[in-house]
């Protein structure tokens, strides 16, 4: 069954639900440092935070970075593992790209594990950014310790 997004919000910061969210995802988010470095970036980028029902607790996050005009990034995006695979994802980056599309924003972009170190947290991960539009773009060794970066981009229609 899928679950319909009660509500996107834009306009909010709160780092406190982005920690809880990571929290709750240890097989995504399980190294330490990087995970307070996510919490530490939720007080300062744009947030989308995702709501179901008449639940006062975000379900689903996204931050935003921009480095460019032209261009964005998906810094982070992270669902309640209870509500995965009900569209809150989808929502939020739908959600984000509307909000892009309307400043001219040409590019999007998100960094996840590379395929070279499989692992099926991550397979699923690239699949929905796969079925969101996104197409892989090159994979780095060294940006991050442990693990190959795959970068991936979509182009955003106007």
Not at 68 to 96: K, Q, S, T
Request: overall charge negative; charged content about 25%.
């Amino acid at each position: 069954m899928v679950a319909l997004v009660h509500n996107i919000v834009s306009d909010t910061r709160d780092p406190a639900a982005v920690e809880r969210l990571l929290r709750a995802l240890p097989d995504w988010f399980g190294i330490e440092e990087s995970l307070l470095e996510y919490v530490a970036d939720a007080a300062r980028l744009p947030t989308y935070l995702a709501y179901f029902g008449h639940d006062p607790n975000a379900v689903g996050v996204l931050l935003l970075a921009r480095h460019f005009p032209e261009a964005a990034e998906v810094h982070l995006m992270a669902v309640d593992p209870r509500f995965h695979r009900r569209g809150i994802g989808r929502a939020l980056l739908e959600a984000v790209e509307q909000d892009l599309c309307s400043e001219g924003v040409r590019f999007l972009q998100v960094k996840t594990q590379g395929p070279s170190r499989p692992d099926p947290g991550y397979q699923s991960t690239l699949s929905f950014y796969r079925a969101e539009g996104f197409a892989p773009l090159e994979e780095l060794d060294g940006l991050w310790a442990e693990n190959p970066c795959l970068i991936m981009v979509k182009s955003l229609s106007p």
